[in-house]
């Protein structure tokens, strides 16, 4: 498909298990996104990559949580210790170069994550 | 910091009557984005303004973009069921700002 698929889309795990969320976002975008949106929340900005790079971590809520980006293309969101308000949905969208398209987010289905 | 504000958060609507949701940001942006989020689903783009005077229409949606008064409003026209979802609009300045959505909830 030619949409941004993330995997798995579900996930329950106990507390204090490490999880990994994965991304892999539409062939050529340069951006990707994730973000947490708990229920019947807003979204949260976790962290975004430009490249292979991650210009802002500013969103990642503490330690626990990292994410890296290789090739360019797929990424993944590491938790680590997971905590209960760790549960929400993690939603990863990709996007073109500002600069020489929309720069519209597209979104995948999102991981649901459940920690018991 | 970039800040993005909608209003109303909550918005009950009958069938038939036309209603406006309000998104207001704080700095200089030209790419304001509008998306519908279904319950248990994932975000789905409807607009992409990039100009200031920018106005797109799909169906009973309409959004316009005011850069200068940085404002964007989605106006829907005569409410119907299947509108029922949460809007949120987005800011870009380099990374994306979201405001907190609005829960639309259409009722006979």
């Known amino acids: 498909g030619a949409g941004v698929s993330q995997s798995p889309s579900n996930k329950v795990t106990e507390k204090g298990k490490d999880v990994e969320l994965r991304c892999d976002p539409i062939?050529?975008?340069?951006?990707l996104y994730w973000y947490r949106q708990s229920l019947g929340q807003g979204l949260e900005f976790l962290i975004y990559f430009q490249g292979n790079s991650a210009p802002d971590k500013s969103g990642l809520p503490s330690d626990r949580f990292s994410a890296e980006r290789t090739g360019g293309s797929v990424s993944t969101l590491t938790i680590q210790r997971t905590q209960q308000e760790d549960s929400a949905v993690y939603l990863c969208?990709?996007?073109?170069?500002?600069?020489?398209?929309?720069?519209?987010?597209?979104f995948g289905p999102g991981t649901r994550l459940t920690v018991l | 910091e970039l800040k993005v504000e909608q209003n109303p958060l909550f918005l009950s609507m009958q069938e038939g009557k036309n209603y406006t949701i309000y998104c207001n940001y704080s700095?200089?942006?030209?790419?304001l984005y509008w998306y519908r989020q279904d319950p248990g689903k994932s975000l789905e783009s409807l607009f992409v303004?990039?100009?200031?005077?920018a106005v797109k229409q799909e169906g009973r949606l309409m959004a316009s973009l005011d850069t200068k008064a940085r404002l964007s409003t989605l106006h829907i026209t005569a409410a119907v069921h299947d509108l029922s979802a949460t809007y949120f609009c987005?800011?870009?300045?380099?990374?994306?700002?979201f405001g907190a959505g609005t829960q639309v909830v259409v009722t006979p």
């Open positions: 062939s050529g975008h340069t951006a």
């Open positions: 987005a800011v870009s300045w380099g990374k994306f700002q």
């Open positions: 700095t200089t942006s030209d790419r």
């Open positions: 303004l990039l100009s200031n005077g």
């Open positions: 969208a990709s996007s073109s170069q500002l600069t020489s398209g929309r720069g519209e987010q597209f």
